[in-house]
């Protein structure tokens, strides 16, 4: 029993304290996760916070690659290798350049991009909520302020909370959970079948950049259970 | 006055392909088709508040956490206002067939539109400009420019051959040009009917082609020499090389149809642009101009070189 006790508090201490926080290469700061293993600044699994240090000059970019992308952080940003082998980016507050064979593509606050093992280009980017994002993760829950971009991370949700708030953005309730690919979604009252089908097409559009395949997953909705077709990459 | 024409007639067709790209660019996911709320949205139509950092136990919490897609909604914003202040130098500012004269020109324009949709693909569309064009030395050829306009927009639909995605404008417009600094000395005016037709083609995210027709009807005027009617051809390419940096290449050519002579009227140039802000830019710009009269003292050519500031803001 004792050792059943240690092992459920072992469990749940791992996956609520985040990583110690440790210095980049240029100054900033980076937070790993328990699971995560970073050898000659390339991320090999696991999830990495970066944030680049700040001042007066304009700082060097943290740079990380994970497989053949290479990420040059301006900012803050969470990286994960995917179960998948691929890559997810999301842009914290500052800005990213990923790199993917000759493509670049810049990526602004608040934006997420996923991008398959197997992909040359880098594609189209979605927009996710920032403060859910930071609630959720392990290594932004806490000690969020001890990041040097904790500020515009601030600035970035407040953002967000007005663009939301005056109808320019609007929640598509379809999540992505940790590394993964495979988006749920979510629904508060009972729906028709269009609303359905505007759901699955919200998970299709959302996670369908970097899909290279399909694969049907069961979502939880509230407290009904929709079987919907997510596209997965 | 061609010049300036030409200026105004590139930044409209700019502008009016930023409108095209905006229909396009509104979003990677899918919206819910209208009067479906999307799901996650309470019936007042706000967010459905995430679960709450108090509510979520740190067991619940993975290293990558949730990421909830959210959509941007298309916001029409009616109210564009503009401001650009230029400074540019032409190798023959008075536009003589010989005996040329270099001079260095300064512009600043400020206009307001108001763009409202009377459809889905229908817009009613109005503007002013004030411009200013004053020469370092030739300020004998010093002018002040007034243009009002206002027409109908439409949208072509897209299962048109050829056509499809286009936008075909019919305008009226009047302008107005007086004595630099002296808007009571009036020097020239003039009342068109302006149709035009608009293509532009994205090549991919970064790159563009505009096609552009157009004709200026002259209906009236205070100077039979100087009216005429006006049919012109423009093309251009435009290339967003980063976030900050876009670049143009564009020829236009044009027929002019005076009372007492007709020119055949081509510009080529290319600009470079800095973009500071949404709201404001840098420019530079260099393009020669030829214009090729039945009355040889009309003849010209005119290389100019500049850089401007523009500030706009839509509401």
Redo the contacts between chains.
């Keep these: 029993v004792k050792t059943l006790l240690f092992f459920i508090l072992y469990v ?1 201490v791992s ?3 985040p990583a110690a926080q440790q210095p980049a290469a240029n100054g900033g700061v980076l937070r790993l ?4 293993a970073l050898r000659d600044g390339r991320l090999e699994t ?2 990495a916070l970066v944030s680049s240090a700040r001042g007066l000059v304009r700082a060097k970019p943290e740079v990380l690659k994970v497989g053949d992308v290479e990420l040059a952080c301006r900012g803050t940003a ?1 990286i ?1 290798k995917t179960p998948q082998g691929g890559v ?1 980016v ?1 842009c914290l507050e500052g800005q990213l350049i990923v790199s993917v064979a000759k493509a670049r593509v ?1 990526l602004d606050a ?1 934006r ?1 991009v996923l991008i398959d093992r197997s992909m040359a280009e880098v594609p ?6 920032l ?11 806490h000690d969020r302020d001890a990041l040097p971009g904790a500020a515009a991370i601030e600035r970035e949700i407040q953002r ?1 909370r007005k ?3 005056r ?13 993964g690919h495979t ?1 749920s ?4 009252s009972p ?2 079948a ?2 359905r089908g ?2 699955s ?2 998970a ?3 996670s369908s ?1 970097p899909s290279s395949s399909a694969s049907t997953g069961s979502s939880v909705v509230g407290n009904t259970s929709v079987q919907s077709a997510t596209a997965c990459a | 006055m061609n010049r300036a024409f030409l200026l105004t007639l590139s930044l409209s067709a700019a502008e009016a392909q930023d409108r095209t790209f905006s229909r396009r660019d509104t ?7 209208p009067g ?6 309470s019936a007042e ?4 508040p ?4 108090e509510a ?1 136990s ?16 298309p ?1 029409w914003q009616p109210w564009s206002f503009g401001f650009t202040a230029g400074w540019e130098y032409q190798d023959n500012a008075g536009l003589t067939p010989d005996r040329e004269i270099s001079d260095h020109v300064y512009r600043q324009s400020g206009s307001a539109r108001f763009t409202v949709p009377l459809g889905e693909t229908r817009f009613l569309d109005g503007g002013v400009q004030q411009q200013s064009t004053r020469y370092a030395d030739l300020d004998v050829l010093d002018f002040d420019r007034f243009d009002v306009d206002a027409g109908l927009l439409q949208a072509l639909p897209e299962s048109w051959p050829l056509l499809g995605g286009s936008v075909a404008s019919l305008r009226v417009g009047w302008y107005r040009l007086s004595e630099g600094g002296q808007l009571e000395d009036e020097l020239f005016n003039n009342f068109s009917l302006n149709p035009s037709l608009l293509r532009s083609l994205a090549l991919n995210p970064a790159h563009s082609i505009l096609g552009n027709v157009s004709a200026e009807i002259s209906l009236d005027s205070n100077s039979v020499e100087a009216q005429r009617n006006e049919y012109s051809v423009l093309v251009a390419w435009q290339a967003k090389w ?2 900050r940096w876009e670049s143009s290449l564009y020829l236009r050519g044009a027929f002019y149809d005076y009372e007492q002579h007709d020119d055949w009227n081509f510009v080529g140039g290319a600009a470079i642009d800095w973009v500071w802000t949404s709201w404001c830019r840098l420019g530079v710009v260099a393009n020669w101009a030829w214009n090729e009269s039945d009355e040889s003292v009309f003849d010209y050519e005119n290389t100019t070189l500049g850089a401007s500031l523009r500030l706009s803001v839509r509401f």
Excluded: C, F, W
């Excluded at chain 1, 109808?167 to 590394?179: E, F, I, P, Y």
């Design positions: 749940a996956h609520s304290v996760s328990r699971d995560a696991g999830t969470l994960a997810k999301t810049r608040g997420m189209e980017t979605v927009e996710v909520n403060e859910r994002l930071l609630d959720t993760s392990a290594l932004t829950r967000q663009a939301l708030a109808g320019r953005l609007v929640a598509s309730g379809v999540a992505l959970k940790d590394s988006a979604v979510s629904q508060s729906t028709t269009d609303q505007a759901s097409s919200g299709s559009s959302a950049s | 979003g990677v996911p899918a919206l819910p088709p479906v709320r999307a799901p996650g949205l139509g706000g967010a459905t995430a679960v709450t950092s979520r740190d067991a619940d919490l993975t290293a990558y956490g949730e990421q909830e897609i959210l959509v941007p909604v916001q980063s976030r």
